[in-house]
């Protein structure tokens, strides 16, 4: 009964330096984040929202008239004031949890030949629970996934006797994973998995014909 409610303020901004212009960018980032959460502590005093923080730089590059592009960044990300089960009272919470994560991505696009294009991209995360109950504190949340993925895509289209037909081969790969991860409950370990993908397709000028094969491998 009465009134409910939760308020907060998420500040964002960011710089971006071209030190050669359209081609080289250096830029950085600070931006939060809320979640309104639900539940009530002991005190039946309800919750302020979850905050999280983001600091990420890194930089972009468009080089050799497009034929290159990409870019790589850095970022830490901190999310506080978690609600979390409290040990000392069942069937209330506590919001005092912290959660840590911290990364780099890289992305690319090439054409390093005529009708050759690639695309990568990687990104790595290291995360874990900095503040929580004993049974995850210190251990990668189980909603933060793989701490490496990557995938790649390569693509040709003919120009010559086959003009108009299209090749792309690529996959992506996961690194394993923890759907469960407790120092009571132990561990349950996805592993890491590779999916193979290709295409093949043809392009008119009023139409386009296409056929995809995932997960050639199995």
């Known amino acids: 009964s009465g009134s409910y409610d939760q308020t907060a303020l998420a500040p964002k901004f960011g710089i971006i ?16 984040g809320f979640t309104n959460v639900t539940g ?9 929202p979850e905050q999280a923080t983001q600091l990420e730089g890194g930089i972009k590059l468009n080089l050799l008239g497009d034929l290159l592009s990409g870019s790589v960044s850095y970022y830490d990300i901190l999310v506080k004031d978690v609600v979390r089960p ?19 991505e890289l992305e690319l696009t090439a054409f390093p030949a005529k009708g ?28 933060a996934g793989p701490a490496d993925m990557l995938n790649l895509w390569a693509a040709y289209q003919f120009s010559n006797r086959l003009r108009g037909v299209s090749l792309g081969f ?23 998995y590779t ?4 295409s093949l397709g043809y392009d008119h000028a009023s139409f386009r014909i296409s056929t995809k094969l995932n997960n050639i491998s199995n």
Request: hydrophobic share 30%; no cysteine; aromatic share 10%.
């Open 17 to 32: 330096f071209q030190p050669v212009k359209d081609k080289i960018s250096v830029f950085g980032i600070y931006q939060s």
């Open 40 to 48: 009530q502590n002991v005190q039946k005093e309800s919750f302020k």
């Open 86 to 104: 409290d040990v000392n009272n069942a069937g209330f919470s506590i919001q005092n949890g912290e959660q840590s994560s911290k990364g780099y």
């Open 116 to 143: 050759l294009n690639l695309i990568l991209g990687y990104a790595h995360n290291d995360s874990k629970m900095t503040k929580s109950t004993a049974d995850v504190e210190g251990l990668r949340p189980v909603t």
């Open 170 to 192: 690529g996959g992506n790969y996961a690194s394993e994973s923890y759907p469960v991860n407790s120092n009571v409950d132990g561990k349950f370990i996805l592993p890491s």
């Open 195 to 198: 999916l193979l993908n290709a």
